[in-house]
């Protein structure tokens, strides 16, 4: 993996201190997301429905490739095309062919909403006790 991401140093068209600004940025911030998960959710299981949301909050704005969208979801490639083609398939994502990238749809974003809004109310009607 290491390799990989030295060779596309040389695939890029920018500056190698460009380049090494937008690595670090990136993987500080993938390892931060990971951090405040482990603490938000205190090491459990996932559900379907929250993967789900990683991957639209992932998606949301200019797009992401699949490789952004595996670090920020936490997943492997297998489980990320299980989701892609379901995601698409139900129009809550969409590829775009001319950059590869994925991109939430308003229907997606209407689901993020939701998804928030539900655990805002779980949240108030159950609060966590913490030992």
Not at 9 to 37: A, G, H, M, R, T
Not at 48 to 54: A, F, G, L, S, Y
């Amino acid at each position: 993996m290491a390799i990989l991401k030295f060779l596309s140093f040389f695939i890029c068209k920018v500056s190698p201190i460009e380049w090494y600004y937008n690595y670090l940025i990136f993987d500080f911030d993938i390892k931060l997301k990971y951090l405040i998960n482990l603490h938000n959710n205190n090491m459990k299981y996932r559900s379907r429905t929250e993967i789900v949301c990683n991957i639209l909050d992932a998606t949301n704005g200019g797009g992401a490739t699949k490789t952004k969208i595996m670090y920020a979801a936490f997943l492997s490639y297998a489980q990320l095309k299980e989701y892609l083609s379901v995601l698409i398939e139900n129009n809550l994502l969409e590829y775009r062919d001319g950059t590869q990238t994925y991109k939430t749809t308003e229907k997606g974003l209407n689901y993020i909403k939701m998804f928030r809004e539900i655990g805002e109310l779980l949240q108030q009607t159950n609060p966590v006790k913490n030992d």
